[in-house]
Structures are given as C-alpha cells and as structure tokens.
C-alpha cells in the first residue's frame, strides 16, 4: 500500500499511530538538529520531522530532497510542539522513520504556495505545476461540486443527460463558428457547435421531453475576462412549457445551487425586470442590482439653458452618488478620463455636488441658475452630501452604455459591489430584433428560433424592431449566468422569422431545412435556457475571470501556452485536407 492517510486526514486524536503518507515536497527547513519538511498532497500539508541525533543517515537524505520532490515516507504521528491554526493538521507532525524518494523534480519555475512568486505568463506556462497551488484547485473542486449539484436537481426533476455532437454543421448566424476541415469530403468543413440549439430542439421533437446537457461550446470571438473560445454551458430544453415554467424550474436551481454550494436560503423569488427598463435604469441589459444609483434622465429640466453640450444631446442623463460630494478634484479629474477612454468613449463629464446648505455647485454653473439645479437635485432625491455625475451626447443608447460603465465603476470606488453579495434578477421581455448597422439588417437579438410574444406578432411586418420576444436572462451581480427562450415550433413562424433576418428560401432550408422538416412532424411547444457553468464557478468562488475555473484554459490571444495550441499543420496534413495556406501579409 503507498499510504495509509492523506496529507490532509490526521488530527491530534491520531497521535502515536503509525503511518504512511505520500506527497510532494513543499518546502523544507533546518533547525537545530532538525529537519522540517511540509508535505503536500490535494488533501493538505502535514509537516515531517527528520532528527539528525536519532537517526542521522535519513537525516541527512532529508537535506538532500528538493522542492516539488514525489516521497514516501512512514512514521508515527506526534503532537507538535508549536501549532498552527491555519491548517487542518496544524496539530501534529509526522516523525519519520522511513523515507522512500518515489521521484525527483527539477527546481519548479515558481514556489508552489498560495502567494506565489509566479507571474501570469509563467504559471499559465506550467499550468500543471501551477494546479497543484490551493487556490487554483480548490477552484475546479468547486466546479466538480456544481456540477455534480447541477445533475442531482436535474435528475430529480426527470431531466435526461443526452450528448449532442460536436462535429456539426456551421450555421454563421450568431457568433463566428470554429471549422474543422473533412478529409473524407474534401473541401468540406464541420463546425465545432456554438451551443447545441438546434439538436435540443431537435430532441424534444423527438419526444424526450426534459432534456440537459453539460456542454463544452465553442465561439469565435474577441475574449474578454468572461469569455473563452471554449466554454462549457448547462445546456437545457423543455416540452410543453411556457416562460413561467422554464423561469421557475431554473430559478430553483439558482436556489438549489446558492443552497447547497454556498450554504445561501434564497426565500424570495428573483426580481424580474423587462428588457426596455434595465436599459432605461441602468443602460444595461445585464445590471448590477446590488446597489440603486438609477439613471435620471434630464433632457427636460437641463436642455434649452444655452449650454450647448446638453442642448444638442438626443440623451442627458446622471447618477447620483450618495455621500461622494466629497470627491477631490483630482478624483473627478480621473471619472473624466475614465468615461473619455476610447473602450468608452464618452467625451466628457458634467458634475453636480449638493452642498451642506442643500445648495448646488456644478461644473456648469455659468449655464443654470440655482433654481433649475435645485429642480436637477429634486429629480434625483439628492441629498447634501451627494455627487451627481451627467453624461450626454447624440446617441441616446451609446451615451445610456457609458453611463452604465460610469455607474459601475462608482459602485466599485464605494465599495458597493461585494463579492458575497448576490442580487439575482431575470431581465425578461427582450427584443426579438435588433439592428445591424454594419449589415443593414435586423439580427436576431437571441436566435433565430426565439418566438415572439403572441400579443406582438402583428407587428412582425409593420414595427419589426418593436416586437418582443419570450426570452430571458438570469443576471447576477451584473453578470449575464444564462438565459433562453420560448421556440418557435410552428415552421410557418420560423420561415417568417427567416425571411426577416434576410434568410433567401433556398438558404433557410439549406442551413436550417432539417430542422424545417422535423417541424413538420409534430414539434411540440418547448423552450429552455443554457446557463454558463464557468461563470457561476467565477461567481461563487468570487473570481475576477473564468480563465481561473478553467483547468487548462486559452490566454487572450485564445493560445493555449502550455501546449502551444494553434500550431502549424505539417504540409502532409495539409495535403491530405486539400488545404492550402494563403496568408496575406
Ligand atoms: N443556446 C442558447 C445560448 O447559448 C441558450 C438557449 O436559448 O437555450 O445562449
């Protein structure tokens, strides 16, 4: 037998037991006649004691053992002289009477422990070295419970774990697909899926009825600090449902989960808001609701005064800061910057503070009299002591989106975005379209297959970008965890759809026919929704990126640099896809 405990099993209660453990060697001092050495494993650390007077020859081959060393060593278990409360074993020490080197380690790049001398690049180099650290494992332990979490709500509720392929058909509506050239069809390509959408659907035509999936998808975008090209989504669908149904089936899981892995009672049910407001509120249609700081609008009370800025704005609007009137110079100096950064791009910022007296001083003084801000502070509820910060410009939307980034960067200066917080929130009531400026075409907001509200479906033709859709979002703490909708399952409706996203016949039927045709066969009415298990890991592990749930994730260039993924193809691969690389410089 290699051991008998893990590192981190023994307690004080074990004391003159005999054992064996195995493990890697953290680190090791000297002391005296003494040699400590913290021995890690998955489970924890426990500390060895080698001593030179009672047996200098192991003594002497303990000095010898490097860090990250894989040892076996048996001994008896003492109760420590000094002890430590930072870890579970912190009681005891081994004194051993055995050492067996299992294998040597070259010097490791880094120190494996929790502060690490590591930068990014380097761990990320030697990401299984970097695996073995605390923090990055107990991560993907938090991850394993989830999803073992997520199958037991499921499974009890009769949901079927179905895998759909991965080799599929490339569909570019939507996110740019990743394709994978067919060497037994030259010249044609698979695309690895984006969601597994359409073979869900194509499940519940099949009668399954409840389906899920813990699905690894894949998307070819620009990464950001919540994005991978590869990604793994709690993949659901169901029959004969409508959004109140799907909404409270995966609301209680969000329960089942705060529950079970965060030991959180969530007793009330989710805030729900409509699309059309949280982008009025909160310019967002994913809003941190941990805090108020509403969008006011003052088009009304602040346009026609001369100041030409607001006067020509389609959009002014601010938030109010309670207790930020206190703000240096300096400090509103730096919001300014920081709303004119191009990522942002407002061009500048107004600012208000209200005065002990219940007076108000802006930036724009020579603009307003007294009383025209005093009726801005009624607007917001201002009280003295507080900062109004205004944003405006052309567009109401885009200046709506800075104004989003402006409010969540104040929420973080107040410290009012805490990461053991959670305010849940469905935002419902979606549009169906939006508008491509680029394409000069409508784009499904969803996909294509999202119905329209029934009361809306008039509108299709004559207000196309006024019509809502049965989809929903679950937001938490301003991050987008997953979302769906209720399918068309009609193939009237659905070719209609297409027709309106710019989809000729010939093509509908080509990219989507089989689908078309399975709705010709008794497709009953379903929806469902994906949430994003890397996100939720993130969420509650209160991580800054998902790229830290992640066992081996991509850098932001999408490059995998431990193993150096994407790479060249060897020219006889090449030759056996009938690929020829053309890059143009
Ligand atoms: N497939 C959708 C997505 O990936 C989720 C859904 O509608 O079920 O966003």
Redesign the pocket.
């Known amino acids: 037998m290699f051991r008998t405990y893990t590192c981190g099993e023994l307690r004080i209660s074990d004391v003159n037991k005999q054992v064996t453990l195995t493990g890697w060697v953290q680190r090791s001092r000297k002391m005296g006649g003494m040699t400590f050495i913290d021995l890690r494993d998955r489970y924890g650390i426990t500390q060895l004691v080698f001593n030179e007077e009672s047996n200098a020859e192991l003594c002497e081959r303990a000095n010898k053992l490097g860090r990250e060393f894989v040892i076996q060593v048996t001994g008896t278990v003492n109760e420590r002289f000094s002890k430590n409360a930072n870890i579970s074993t912190g009681e005891i020490e081994i004194i051993v009477s055995e050492l067996n080197v299992l294998n040597a380690s070259a010097t490791p790049p880094f120190t494996i422990e929790d502060n690490t001398d590591g930068g990014d690049d380097i761990r990320m180099k030697y990401r299984y070295l970097d695996l073995r650290r605390n923090a990055v494992r107990s991560n993907l332990e938090l991850r394993h419970k989830m999803t073992i979490e997520v199958r037991k709500y499921l499974d009890e509720l009769g949901f079927l774990e179905v895998e759909t392929p991965i080799l599929i058909g490339s569909t570019p509506e939507g996110a740019r697909d990743f394709v994978v050239p067919s060497r037994m069809n030259p010249g044609q390509f698979y695309a690895l899926p ?4 359409l073979f ?1 659907q194509l499940l519940m035509v099949s009668g399954f009825d409840r389906y899920f999936q813990i699905a690894k ?1 894949f998307r070819d975008e620009d990464l950001r600090a919540d994005r991978q090209p590869e990604f793994t ?1 709690i ?3 169901m029959s004969f449902v409508e959004q109140e149904d799907v909404i409270s089936t995966f609301e209680g899981m969000a329960k089942h989960l705060f529950r079970t892995i965060r030991g959180i009672e969530l007793t009330e049910p989710f805030k729900r808001m409509p699309w059309s407001e949280a982008m009025r509120l909160y310019g967002s249609d994913k809003p941190d609701i941990r805090f108020g700081m509403e969008f006011v609008e003052l088009m009304d009370i602040l346009k026609g005064h001369g100041f030409p800025v607001f006067d020509e704005a389609a959009y002014v609007g601010g938030i109010c800061a309670e207790g930020a009137a206190s703000y240096t110079r300096k400090q509103l100096d730096a919001l300014t910057e920081f709303v004119k950064k191009p990522q942002i791009g407002a061009k500048g910022m107004v600012y208000a503070r209200v005065e002990a007296d219940g007076s108000v001083k802006s930036s724009v003084d020579k603009f307003y009299t007294q009383e025209v801000l005093q009726q801005m502070k009624e607007a917001f509820g201002a009280k003295p002591g507080d900062l109004i910060l205004i944003l405006s410009g052309p567009d109401a939307m885009k200046t709506r989106k800075q104004l989003n980034e402006l409010r969540l960067e104040m929420g973080s200066q107040l410290g009012l975005r805490d990461k053991n917080t959670f305010a849940c929130l469905w935002v419902v009531d979606f549009p169906l379209f939006e508008w491509d400026e680029e394409k000069q075409r409508f784009m499904a907001m ?2 294509p ?2 119905s329209p509200k029934p009361e809306d479906i008039h509108l299709l033709d004559s207000d196309t970008g006024a019509v809502r859709a049965n ?1 929903y979002d679950m937001v938490i703490n301003g991050v987008e965890v ?4 209720i ?1 068309i399952h009609d193939s009237q409706l659905q070719n209609k759809m297409f027709e309106l996203l710019g989809f000729t016949p010939e093509r509908a039927q080509e990219q989507f026919g089989f689908l078309m045709d399975a709705f010709k066969y008794g497709a009953p009415p379903h ?4 949430y994003g298990l890397d996100r939720w890991v993130s969420l509650f592990a209160g991580l800054d990126s998902i790229r830290d749930c992640i066992a081996f994730p991509k850098n932001n260039s999408g490059r995998d640099v431990m193993s150096d993924a994407p790479a060249a193809l060897d020219p006889s691969q090449l030759e056996e896809l009938n690929l020829i690389v053309d890059i143009k410089e």
């Open positions: 984006q969601s597994p959408q869900k998808c989504q993949d659901c669908e969803h996909h297959f999202t989809a997953g979302g769906g909708s399918r929806g469902g929704l994906a």
